[in-house]
């Protein structure tokens, strides 16, 4: 357990409905990052806050996602008009800020799994 | 639980040998490197990172060798043991992008 936790565990949803998750950082970590990670892959970044300033969005992230970190400390993944495409296992990820501003390790979640039918 | 990586590159080695799981990077201006643990159904836990200031770092059982000049990083694992399987993932970070991007990964699995 890293001390970083995500709600739901397992998601199950039918194509066309909207599907909010959560991520519950360790607290004295400031930046927040989600990835995605489909069977066979590596996870792949979607976006990232540190405090609660959305810094970066992937490509990936099409305009039916939305994230928030509304007060620097939990962050929610929202997905509007579900697609069978999205099904795949939503990782949230947290770190401190690297020596000068630079990276860090980061810490995951155990991911939410969603499956869209 | 589930499966992770159902067509991945395989390593299999007996248990108590060493094991080096080998990872090739695609951005010369990375420099940060990290190597992670993903256990089935589990999100990825941190084994150890190396920055490009050097070319060798070491934990506990584990190495990271990074050769910068062909663009290569490794990871040894002494002594090999079946809590080690799993499915490791390489991942690479500049401090000009403070975001990572993760290699394909490499399902170890150790025999009795």
């Known amino acids: 357990d890293t001390g970083v936790s995500q709600d739901p565990r397992h998601k199950i949803t039918k194509r066309g409905q909207n599907v909010t998750f959560r991520c519950d950082p360790i607290s004295e970590h400031n930046r927040l990052y989600w990835y995605r990670q489909t069977l066979g892959q590596g996870p792949e970044f979607l976006t990232y806050?540190?405090?609660?300033?959305?810094?970066?969005k992937s490509r990936l992230l099409s305009d039916r996602f939305s994230a928030e970190r509304p007060k620097g400390s939990f962050s929610t993944l929202e997905i509007q008009r579900t697609e069978q495409g999205d099904s795949a296992m939503y990782l949230c990820?947290?770190?401190?800020?690297?020596?000068?501003?630079?990276?860090?390790?980061?810490?995951f979640g155990p991911g939410t799994r969603l499956t869209v039918t | 639980g589930e499966s992770v990586g159902l067509h991945l590159p395989t390593l299999s080695v007996q248990e108590g040998d060493n094991s080096i799981i080998n990872c090739a990077y695609s951005n010369s201006a990375s420099d940060y490197f990290i190597w992670y643990k993903q256990e089935s159904g589990k999100g990825p836990q941190f084994i150890i990172d190396?920055?490009?200031?050097?070319d060798k770092r070491q934990g506990q059982r584990v190495t990271v060798l990074l050769n910068k000049t062909v663009k290569h990083l490794s990871l040894q694992i002494a002594a090999t043991q079946p809590g080690d399987s799993a499915v490791y993932f390489c991942?690479?970070?500049?401090?000009?992008?403070?975001?990572?991007?993760f290699g394909q990964g490499t399902r170890l699995t150790i025999n009795p």
């Open positions: 806050f540190q405090n609660e300033a959305q810094l970066e």
């Open positions: 990820a947290t770190t401190p800020m690297g020596l000068a501003g630079g990276l860090a390790e980061q810490y």
């Open positions: 991942a690479e970070g500049s401090q000009g992008a403070q975001k990572l991007v």
């Open positions: 190396i920055r490009s200031n050097m």
